[in-house]
């Protein structure tokens, strides 16, 4: 069964430095997500994109977060200035149509140090 | 985001079903219910959505109240990989959609 892949599956970090995660969705999806859950807290929603742009985006997501589709196939989570807050679990996600369910990569562990 | 309220932990015997309760009194008429789920050190993994008919597939069945004020997700019978966090999300399913996740339901099953 295709799958949404995710790298790297951990990223240590210094403060203040720019970071990349990487995710791959399945090839046909057309809807792309980013969460992120902080250690023991809820999966947070952080920004959704479709058709080239994002279409929503939550309060968590100021900034100092960019996300981009470079190609056909991988679509990227930028932080531009790390903090220490923004260490977590980033989970991309991604679905076909409007009415299927999302399908969720099993996340990059964010340390930043 | 219209609010869903699920135990914080059930236990339930290995091969045994399992009843997942959800309250979602202040659900709107477009609210779908959807029901994630996630496994130790992994992503969120879809479960099944239903809107108001009671709704099966390969891995659970989900009942909804005739007044939509609550929901129960049905694991037929439980093995020790289902041992996860359920988590029960009220909104619209069309279109790019957010999930509204809550702190879920951590089910444990005893061998």
């Known amino acids: 069964e295709p799958e949404v892949t995710q790298t790297p599956s951990h990223q240590v970090t210094q403060m203040g430095q720019e970071v990349i995660l990487r995710c791959v969705p399945i090839s046909n999806h057309l809807y792309f997500y980013w969460y992120r859950q902080i250690l023991g807290q809820k999966v947070e929603f952080l920004v959704s994109?479709?058709?080239?742009?994002?279409?929503?985006k939550s309060e968590i997501f100021d900034d100092q977060f960019s996300v981009e589709r470079p190609d056909g196939s991988n679509f990227t989570l930028k932080i531009r200035s790390t903090k220490l807050e923004d260490s977590a679990m980033y989970f991309c996600?991604?679905?076909?149509?409007?009415?299927?369910?999302?399908?969720f990569g099993d996340g990059t562990r964010l340390s930043i140090l | 985001d219209a609010k869903t309220t699920q135990p914080n932990s059930m236990e339930s015997n290995e091969e045994e079903p399992v009843h997942l309760p959800c309250n979602h009194s202040t659900i709107s008429g477009t609210d779908y219910i959807h029901w994630y789920r996630q496994l130790p050190s992994q992503g969120p993994e879809y479960v099944i959505h239903g809107l108001t008919s009671n709704v099966n597939n390969r891995m659970a069945s989900l009942a909804i109240a005739e007044d939509r004020k609550s929901s129960t997700l049905i694991l037929h019978r439980a093995t020790l990989r289902d041992a996860a966090v359920y988590y029960c999300i009220l909104g619209f399913l069309g279109g790019n959609n957010r999930l509204a996740f809550g702190k879920g339901n951590q089910v444990v099953v005893i061998p």
């Open positions: 996600a991604s679905k076909y149509g409007g009415d299927q369910p999302q399908h």
């Open positions: 994109f479709y058709n080239n742009e994002i279409s929503e």
